[in-house]
């Protein structure tokens, strides 16, 4: 999206959901550990680790179990705002530099009709999806109103990573 070439390396990082942390910092956590377990195998790049979750009050809502689970946590949005969280990592290998951010976006939902959360439920869309949506899917139809940067709620804040992007000396808009 913002010129960046770019290559994915999947991480061995073992997420901990048990620790008692704030989803804040457990997002921050996990993207370091991911981050950290991939620069390993760098000696100068600049790596990103990144990690999302949905709450609701106290609740973290990870990706529903199946069809029921995505109706339960649709049903807890349904005319109700809740937080994405996503913690992100930059890791300069060659310098040893390190930012860690956690970035935080509010998402209402519309009134939804049973019938909305019964259809959107079994379409499947929710199921590999933190919190049961996607926004970037049909999912959209279900928001009345975003609070923050929509590309957290999508996965990664484009706007807050180039920031700091800029500090490592990289301006993909320049």
Known sequence: MIGLEFEIQTSSYEEDMTQDISPAEMVKAFSLGKAQDVAANFADAIVIGADTVVTFGNEILGKPKDAEDAKR??????????????????????????????VETEVKFRNLEAYEIEAYAASGDPLDKAGSYGIQTQGAALIERISGDVYNVIGLPVGQLVEDLKKFGINPLH
């Open 73 to 102: 946590m649709l049903q807890l949005h349904n005319g109700n705002t809740h937080k994405v969280l996503t913690g992100y990592t930059l890791i300069d290998t060659e310098s040893g530099a390190i930012i860690t951010r956690a």
